[in-house]
């Protein structure tokens, strides 16, 4: 079996594993890393969506040796510090969660988002969410979250610790 | 759900990830498939629609991901993401269709992973860029161990997820003609029921516009066959006529001509013809207009 | 008051913004094994052989099961509503032992020591199937000779339920209008963004069963029935769980099962649903025909309505699966008065996955079914659909009204939310921009959409419930303890899935009790914890659990004030409660605190003669009548009639959902609700083919619609109180799914009336409203899976 080497919220893991392992499954299964949930089985939904490198990736469309040498950001690795993460903060001030399924994911798609996109427009917001799929909210408060989230991080409120 | 096993290789050169598919496919007698992005195979190994024995990851082949400039045209390596894609500045300043249509691929996570190579060998008629690389006469770049060979769009595209590729073969760049000459706009007119969902129609366009005229029209099909097609009569028609919606409505005319649409869930065969007529008048407008 | 109307940010979001959260799936005790399930790719076949041995021997394998292995222990799956006494009710094994009657229906088992393991040595499994008719259409299904789901039965009717008042022949008999429709609802995938899961752990003779269900309760109690295991020796455990919307109310066959291998193997046993299972075996929603007959005076009165429904059961009875279109069957009439109404209902088998309760749950059926037949009606008579609707609607001052459908409306105001709705959407502004279009003939036309609706919520009286031949009451349960250092347990039988419960009952505590919100901890879903209760569907959880909530905060504060006035030594009758202090009326600086009392009720040194000590309280509370929450939704949609293609411009709700405890979440729900009922208008359906296979099994082919697809929704509330309950509170669940529906698609039919288009059957795909807008185009074809690209049709992903 490969052996893989994955940098996970900061911690450095070295594993053997199946060829066919997903990501998702390595992070839930074997690292304990459960704050990233599964919703479907075709890439659709984006309940698992992490940042590879740096980069949003769907964890379930990603094989665990793919993701050798690299390094993972899941919704756990946000705040380490003890702070929240702005994104995280506007979804819980907007109400842009109600079972909170999708939201570790839609929380990672939304600060790629940003990365790309600093000042996004509703459209632009919805544009950039498309791959992340929520049952409860009807989006309306997660287009909310991500614009307070943008304004927030564009210019820190003061005493406010911005992770990145 | 889960895929099943298959062995993994991960080779660190073109010429290593030839020998490997040499050496699984006529050596072995294996199943073997290679995966960049794997944003196609993933869900078809998970659903066990695909059983590969042996995956050829071509994940760490830098030489692969290069999009460089060739004179007259732009040779795209074939696992540069749809995210490197869109964000080249090659690809922005001379191929922007590739850019347009790209920027509707899936979504931005998937565009992070999913390759522009992978997605032509994958030859999904409902992908989006096999047409428009049927639409800007792209060549197809291939090795295997036996060699080297050039295949245009127009022979890559085969059937239903069958492309040219032989089981040994690795799609290493595509070479994309630069559109020459001034007065080109261009245009992906994608018709979708969700925003995740796939095209149910798509039409890349091309036009070269001199004078209030057509002088050069480029236009191919997603999803209206087995394979994506080149609209022949429409360009035939368009080619130069004078600009107008009325002229562009007249070519969409001939959009259904020599296709073979499918019939699924999210339209019958003759909603399809019926949508690529539609669809591509305002492709060609939109195109010409920009 | 000053927490209850508080937009108060939820106390749940800090776990859930952390991924600190324990989904079932999250749950691994040592030694779990994982539990896959090989499930029936036929619709209708007859098992003749299972061969498990080659499944068996495969490595990490303990254990393979077939139905017949589980013949003797397995039992039948509940169906609490016998809704008629000649229903006929089939047994439903967990498992199936000798005929599958759905495509996904659960046939042999593998218990394996991890996923991957378990998931393998399914395709091990030899199952020999001898495939017997599908029975997949519901009017083809009813008529004589048709094939049968369960040969046994001898039909494929399960039941004939009638309900009639007022003299329909009369209302029908010369009538000026008569209009007679045909509507279709298609089947619906709830699709929760958490898949189905459940972890049994066995401690001796004794069950902690984990599971992402509404119903913690009402599951413990049917587990013990089904597998004869004491009730007392279960516990269930709802954890977080990842949304419902009815349709983890459920007894599922894979609950019980867990449980009995749980039994059999001595260790915990985990199973957890891929979607495409999902999408297959958990039950579905609506699926109905409605055949409709209405007769109106020339001025648009209504005289009486006639529904005639078929009402497509699935495979099995489930939990309500037979008395989900009877919740409909009393919101037909909806806000309207009207002398004649006869509804009946047959509720009828296809070998397709049971279907059961989806949000609203017969109640967007009927609101669909007379919100489009008013726009009809006002069509026919050239009038203005919100004009015909105030013909006919209940006038503000005419409540409580009695409808004819049996049920007494307390309180509404249709004429204030309407009045809101029209002046927030700019009605007359559009109605321009239509005509303006219309004129121009311009190739995208504007469509106006009405929906005016009331619901029965707050589910339910129990005494009503009684009537309906429901298997169990309506009450709900609350708890209060305060504890000796003055913080507050609130135990709640109601069971949140993402409703955020743990915030807005903390509210009501906060402001009964008068201790800081920060002091109020929430406690649910567990039956160890929480030791009775009714669980969380129908909008009921405010409306009553909220209400047993409220009852309980005043049953501790009257024990207080016993122990304030012993403390204080005044009269009960002089003391004042307020900001959670006792005070002595008129003496402000002699008082003890809610807190105060709370330490010296469990020190207990010095209680009044036959006072318990602790201070703590339980109340039920079982409304006397559902509540009726209304509202006005007004929808405009651009229609491009050369695709087909809708787009939806602006949404107007006003709700009036009564008192309002939390308006953040109040807006919450409108939104999700409101998202769900669009994707039944525009975008989602279960799909079957001809020989019964479901072809919608993964999220690219149900369309769940993502952020693009929704347009920004404007709401707003008018509050009219509730009478039935001391919080004035109605429910709002459910409300925005309920509307939206046929304000859609009244608003499509709206764009598209001057082609002499008058329905557009849903979901109004592309296709559909293209076909609508040319009918002489052939039928249309039936879908060929796999002809088509996309992962649909069996191809890759983008």
């Known amino acids: ?164 | 759900m889960i895929p099943a096993t298959f062995d993994y290789v991960r080779p660190a050169t073109i010429d290593e990830a030839v020998a490997a598919l040499a050496d699984a496919g006529e050596d072995a007698g294996q199943d073997v498939k290679a995966i960049a992005g794997g944003q196609s195979l993933m869900p078809l190994l998970r659903l066990r629609l695909a059983y590969p024995e042996v995956l050829v990851d071509l994940d760490r082949i830098e030489a692969l991901r290069e999009i460089r400039d060739d004179g007259d045209a732009i040779v795209i390596g074939a696992t540069a993401t749809h995210h490197q894609v869109l964000h080249d500045p090659l690809v922005g300043e001379h191929l922007p269709l590739i850019a347009r249509a790209t920027a509707t691929v899936a979504d931005p996570a998937v565009r992070h992973r999913g390759t522009f190579g992978g997605s032509l060998a994958h030859a999904d008629p409902a992908g989006d860029l096999p047409a428009v690389a049927l639409a800007l006469d792209a060549v197809l770049h291939v090795r295997s161990a036996r060699g080297e060979r050039e295949i245009p769009a127009a022979e890559f595209f085969v059937d239903w997820m069958t492309s040219a590729l032989e089981p040994d073969e690795l799609l290493v760049a595509v070479r994309v003609p630069k559109l020459a000459g001034p007065g080109w706009g261009v245009h992906y007119e994608k018709f979708h029921r969700t925003a995740q969902a796939w095209a149910v129609v798509g039409v890349a366009c091309a036009v070269r516009r001199v004078n209030g005229a057509v002088e050069d029209a480029r236009v191919a099909l997603t999803n209206m066959g087995p394979a994506p097609v080149r609209a022949s009569a429409v360009e035939r028609f368009a080619e130069g006529r004078t600009i107008s919606r009325d002229a562009f409505r007249a070519a969409g005319e001939h959009a259904a001509a020599g296709t073979d649409p499918p019939a699924d869930l999210h339209g019958s065969s003759q909603y399809r013809a019926h949508l690529a007529k539609v669809l591509t008048a305002r492709a060609l407008t939109a195109a010409a207009g920009g | 008051m000053t927490e209850v109307g508080t937009p108060r940010r939820r106390s749940e979001d800090a776990r859930l913004v952390t991924g600190r959260t324990r989904w079932t799936d999250n749950l691994q005790p040592a030694g779990t094994l994982h539990v896959a399930f090989l499930r029936s790719p036929h619709a209708h076949a007859r098992i003749t052989g299972v061969d498990t041995t080659a499944a068996r021997e495969r490595p990490g394998v303990v254990a393979v099961l077939s139905g017949a292995d589980l013949a003797a222990e397995q039992g039948s799956l509940p169906c609490a509503w016998v809704v008629t006494e000649d229903m006929k009710h089939p047994a439903h094994p967990p498992m199936a032992v000798d005929e599958v009657r759905y495509a996904g229906e659960p046939v042999a088992c593998v218990v394996a020591r991890d996923r991957y393991a378990a998931f393998d040595a399914l395709e091990d499994i030899d199952v020999d199937y001898a495939p017997l008719p599908a029975v997949v259409d519901m009017e083809r299904a009813v008529q004589d000779g048709a094939p049968l789901v369960h040969e046994d039965l001898g039909t494929n009717r399960s039941y004939r339920w009638v309900f009639e008042n007022g003299d329909l022949d009369a209302a029908f008999r010369d009538a000026p209008v008569t209009l007679e429709r045909r509507y279709v609802q298609q089947r619906l995938i709830p699709a929760a963004m958490e898949p189905r899961a459940v972890l049994c752990e066995p401690d001796g003779e004794e069950f902690t069963l984990y599971s992402a269900t509404q119903i913690p309760h009402i599951l413990r109690l049917m587990l013990a029935t089904v597998t004869q295991i004491p009730e007392h020796r279960i516990r269930v455990v709802a954890p977080d769980v990842g949304g419902g919307f009815g349709s983890k109310l459920q007894v599922y066959g894979e609950e019980v099962l867990c449980l009995l291998l749980a039994r059999r193997l001595g260790r915990p046993v985990k199973w957890t649903e891929s979607r495409s299972e999902g999408n297959m075996a958990a039950h579905h929603g609506r699926d109905q025909i409605q055949r409709l007959a209405l007769a109106a005076e020339a001025d648009g009165r209504i005289r009486g309505l006639k529904v005639d429904l078929l009402a497509g059961m699935g495979a099995y009875l489930m939990l309500v699966t037979p008395g989900i279109p009877l919740l409909g069957a009393f919101m037909f009439p909806g806000i309207y008065k009207m002398g004649a109404y006869s509804f009946t209902c047959t509720g009828v088998f296809t070998t397709k996955t049971p279907t059961d309760a989806y949000r609203g749950a017969g109640r967007p059926e009927a609101t669909y079914a007379i919100e489009r037949l008013m726009d009809e009606l006002a069509a026919e008579l050239g009038l203005d659909p919100i004009e015909v609707r105030r013909r006919n609607w209940i006038g503000h001052g005419e409540f409580p009204y009695e409808t004819v459908a049996g049920l007494t409306y307390d309180s509404g105001n249709y004429e204030a939310a309407t009045e809101r709705a029209l002046a927030l959407f700019e009605y007359d502004k559009l109605r321009a921009e239509q005509a303006d279009r219309r004129e121009r003939r311009d190739p995208v036309q504007l469509g106006i959409g009405v929906s005016i609706f009331t619901e029965m919520c707050g589910l339910a009286p129990s005494r009503v419930l009684g009537s309906l031949s429901y298997g169990a009451g309506g009450w709900e349960h609350a708890a209060v303890r305060m504890l000796p250092s003055g913080k507050v347990e609130v135990i709640t039988g109601s069971s949140a899935h993402g409703q955020g419960h743990e915030t807005a009952w903390a509210q009501i505590a906060a402001d009964r009790l008068g201790v800081p919100f920060e002091d109020v901890k929430v406690l649910h879903g567990d039956t160890a914890v929480s030791h009775k209760g009714m669980d969380t569907y129908g909008s009921r959880s405010l409306a009553v659990g909220g209400v047993a909530l409220f009852n309980a905060c005043d049953k501790v504060v009257g024990k207080a004030r016993v122990l304030a006035a012993h403390l204080l030594e005044a009269a009960e009758d002089d003391l004042e409660f307020t900001g959670g202090r006792f005070s002595v009326r008129g003496v402000r600086e002699a008082g003890a605190t809610i807190q105060e009392i709370a330490l010296a009720a469990f020190a207990a040194h010095d209680l009044p003669d036959g006072v318990e000590p602790s201070l703590d309280s339980d109340a039920t509370f079982d409304p006397g009548n559902f509540s009726f929450p209304h509202g006005t939704h007004l929808c405009a949609a651009e229609v491009d009639t050369e695709t087909g293609r809708v787009r939806l411009r602006s949404y107007v709700a006003v709700d009036d959902v009564g008192k309002v405890v939390n308006p953040l979440i109040v807006e919450g729900q409108v939104h999700g609700g409101l998202a769900q009922g669009i994707a039944q208008a525009l975008y989602e359906e279960a799909v079957y083919d001809e020989e019964g296979n479901l072809t919608t099994t993964t999220m690219a082919d149900y369309l769940v619609p993502a952020a693009p697809d929704l347009p920004s929704f404007t709401t707003d509330r008018t509050e009219t109180p509730a009478t039935g309950n001391p919080l004035g509170v109605k429910g709002v669940g459910e409300a925005g799914t309920i509307a939206s529906t046929p304000a859609v698609v009244n608003a499509i039919v709206d764009a598209l009336r001057p082609f002499g288009v008058s329905d557009v059957p849903m979901p109004c795909t592309p296709e559909r409203v293209w076909r609508a807008l040319n009918q002489r185009a052939e039928p249309e074809e039936s879908a060929e899976p796999g002809a088509g690209g996309g992962l649909g049709s069996a191809g890759g992903a983008r």
């Open chain 1, 1 to 164: 079996m490969p052996r893989i080497r994955i940098e996970v919220d900061g911690t450095t893991y070295e594993d053997e594993v199946e060829p066919r392992l997903l990501l998702v499954h390595h992070l839930r299964d074997r690292l304990g890393k459960t704050g990233t949930p599964i919703g479907c089985d075709t890439s659709n939904c984006g309940a698992c969506t992490v940042l590879m490198d740096g980069l949003s990736v769907k964890s379930c469309a990603v094989l665990a040796v793919q993701a050798d040498g690299r390094a993972i950001t899941t919704v756990e690795g946000l705040g380490l510090d003890g702070t929240h993460h702005p994104m995280q903060r506007a979804f819980h001030e907007e109400h842009a969660l109600q079972c909170g399924y999708c939201t570790p994911g839609m929380i990672m798609a939304s600060i790629d988002l940003l990365r790309e996109n600093a000042d996004p427009a509703e459209d632009e917001i919805r544009a950039g969410l498309e791959g992340n799929l929520c049952r409860c909210t009807g989006y309306q408060n997660i287009v909310r979250a991500v614009r307070r989230a943008a304004a927030e991080m564009r210019a820190p409120a003061p005493g406010q610790e911005v992770t990145p």
